[in-house]
């Protein structure tokens, strides 16, 4: 059972749509990032959010953290292809202070120009 | 600005070889960290270091594995005996302990493939 679940596990959209990826938990999450990972590459940190209720752009991405901390969406608005990728979400268990992260399994993105 | 590096970027071993990777992190950061990543998936923790001392290890980290940071710099991940089913990508990562916000940062990875 994955402790981070995130969906849609894959997205294949048009140029210039707009998409939420959602991660969800049933634990509670002192922080949580997102990344963003190309092929044959490292993950890239996109953002951290962690106050429940928060919310933080990135140019034309939106990031959002639950009120319970519990879950968070990204939301892109008018997709490019640059935006092409597997973004992945990622976090610290509330109870936990070793800084280890739980990855969810990742969204893979397909924007079409 | 250097980030995290990681060498080397891809290796090919046969069964039952044994193989090494290095990870350089941030230098200012004391915290070090392993993970691996198979095909579609996210990446999953093994073992984190503090400074040079290892901390934690994952029940993924058979006794086959074995990782280092002896000056709390560099770090080696060792895989003795390798199988197939540990072909996939290591990932190290670190982050600096130091306030509420433990952001940790991903080198480029080691893809092994195990033939």
């Known amino acids: 059972t994955q402790l981070l679940e995130q969906s849609p596990q894959f997205l294949s959209i048009q140029e210039g749509e707009n998409l939420t990826v959602y991660c969800n938990s049933s634990?509670?999450?002192?922080?949580l990032q997102w990344y963003r990972q190309e092929p044959g590459e490292g993950p890239v940190l996109l953002v951290t959010v962690v106050t429940g209720g928060e919310v933080k752009k990135l140019k034309r991405l939106t990031f959002q953290f639950g009120d319970a901390r519990k879950d968070s969406s990204l939301h892109i608005t008018a997709a490019q292809p640059g935006d092409t990728g597997l973004y992945l979400c990622?976090?610290?268990?509330?109870?936990?202070?070793?800084?280890?992260?739980?990855f969810g399994q990742g969204t893979t993105l397909q924007v079409k120009p | 600005d250097t980030g995290v590096s990681q060498d080397p970027r891809h290796k090919i071993t046969k069964r039952g070889q044994n193989v090494t990777f290095r990870c350089d992190p941030i230098s200012e950061h004391n915290r070090l960290y392993w993970y691996r990543q198979t095909l579609g998936q996210g990446p999953e923790f093994l073992t984190y270091f503090q400074n040079e001392a290892q901390l934690e290890k994952s029940r993924l980290l058979s006794d086959r594995f074995s990782a280092e940071r002896p000056k709390g710099s560099f770090s080696t991940l060792e895989i003795q005996r390798t199988e197939q089913g540990d072909s996939a990508m290591y990932l190290c990562?670190?982050?600096?302990?130091?306030?509420?916000?433990?952001?940790?940062?991903f080198g480029p990875g080691t893809r092994l493939t195990v033939t």
């Open positions: 634990s509670v999450f002192s922080s």
């Open positions: 990562a670190s982050s600096f302990l130091g306030g509420a916000i433990y952001e940790q940062y």
């Open positions: 990622a976090g610290h268990l509330g109870s936990s202070n070793t800084g280890k992260l739980i």
